[in-house]
């Protein structure tokens, strides 16, 4: 792996080239990828996602067909350093969702910023159709939080909190207010915020402008289709501009962050 942005002496000479070409490890990762110092109750919530030259964010409906053993590492690795993982019920049927586990790797980084063994799952749902027999309902490490409207089926709420999940009221009506749901796990303690999509969710809080960072593989794969793009649904009045923070590239895939401006 080498760092392409931000520029520095150590890609200086050749020789400083081809040592910065190799695997990083684990820590490397987590300090490439650590979340900006955090004040007060202020929060941040950033997006994980990988996307095509062309544009798809999935190839036959999942994720990793387009994906590779570094983003996984990636990937890992800011689970790692989140305090819960935000997904949409969408994502959670179709990738086959799993309670995030314990990593030794990151065990005395979490520690060290008083975070528990391992991050939170949090599913966005207004219809709470969702299979609460799960494992990830019913034996994650620690309680998986689920996120819907104040006007969802009163039964399937019940069912969720039987099953040992936390319900999470983030809207008035059925649907989520996706800024509210970010505001709510803050209050809960969970300011390191990840989502991993899919698209319609996250098209929802770049809409909402609840969005810090996106974190974005670029693979050099063509897929065509009809696939969506990373992000799907409402539109904004003006984009919305990002600043980059990072990139780093091996085997041609690209691993960058942008950051708000």
């Not at 300011?191 to 996106?214: H, N, S």
């Given at each position: 792996?080498?760092?392409?942005?931000?520029?520095?002496?150590?890609?200086?000479?050749?020789?400083?080239?081809?040592?910065?070409?190799?695997?990083?490890?684990?820590?490397?990762?987590?300090?490439?990828?650590?979340?900006?110092?955090?004040?007060?109750?202020?929060?941040?919530?950033?997006?994980?996602?990988?996307?095509?030259?062309?544009?798809?964010?999935?190839?036959?409906?999942?994720?990793?067909?387009?994906?590779?053993?570094?983003?996984?590492?990636?990937?890992?690795?800011?689970?790692?350093?989140?305090?819960?993982?935000?997904?949409?019920?969408?994502?959670?049927?179709?990738?086959?969702?799993?309670?995030?586990?314990?990593r030794e790797a990151f065990a005395a980084r979490r520690k060290a910023a008083g975070q528990g063994p391992a991050p939170a799952i949090a599913v966005i749902t207004a219809s709470m159709d969702l299979d609460f027999s799960l494992p990830l309902f019913t034996s994650p490490l620690v309680p998986t939080l689920v996120i819907t409207g104040a006007t969802a089926p009163a039964d399937r709420v019940a069912e969720a909190a039987g099953a040992?999940?936390?319900?999470?009221?983030?809207?008035?009506?059925?649907?989520?207010?996706?800024?509210?749901?970010?505001?709510?796990?803050?209050?809960?303690?969970?300011?390191?915020?990840?989502?991993?999509?899919?698209?319609?969710?996250?098209?929802?809080?770049?809409?909402?402008?609840?969005?810090?960072?996106?974190?974005?593989?670029?693979?050099?794969?063509?897929?065509?289709?009809?696939?969506?793009?990373?992000?799907?649904?409402?539109?904004?009045?003006?984009?919305?501009?990002?600043?980059?923070?990072?990139?780093?590239?091996?085997?041609?895939?690209?691993?960058?962050?942008?950051?708000?401006?």
């Amino acid at each position: 792996m080498r760092r392409l942005f931000p520029v520095t002496d150590q890609t200086s000479d050749q020789t400083s080239v081809a040592e910065a070409d190799r695997e990083w490890s684990l820590d490397e990762l987590a300090e490439a990828y650590a979340y900006p110092p955090l004040a007060g109750d202020a929060h941040w919530l950033r997006a994980n996602m990988v996307s095509t030259l062309d544009g798809a964010a999935q190839h036959e409906g999942r994720s990793q067909p387009i994906s590779g053993e570094t983003d996984m590492r990636i990937f890992g690795t800011l689970r790692g350093l989140a305090d819960v993982v935000v997904v949409g019920a969408e994502t959670v049927r179709r990738e086959g969702y799993r309670p995030a586990r314990a990593r030794e790797a990151f065990a005395a980084r979490r520690k060290a910023a008083g975070q528990g063994p391992a991050p939170a799952i949090a599913v966005i749902t207004a219809s709470m159709d969702l299979d609460f027999s799960l494992p990830l309902f019913t034996s994650p490490l620690v309680p998986t939080l689920v996120i819907t409207g104040a006007t969802a089926p009163a039964d399937r709420v019940a069912e969720a909190a039987g099953a040992g999940a936390e319900v999470v009221v983030a809207g008035d009506g059925a649907a989520v207010d996706p800024a509210r749901a970010v505001r709510e796990l803050a209050e809960r303690g969970l300011r390191r915020q990840l989502t991993e999509g899919g698209p319609r969710m996250l098209g929802q809080f770049v809409a909402a402008d609840a969005l810090d960072e996106l974190c974005l593989t670029v693979a050099p794969m063509l897929a065509a289709g009809d696939a969506q793009r990373i992000a799907w649904g409402p539109s904004v009045a003006v984009p919305h501009r990002l600043a980059p923070a990072s990139v780093l590239e091996e085997a041609g895939f690209l691993f960058t962050s942008y950051r708000r401006i």
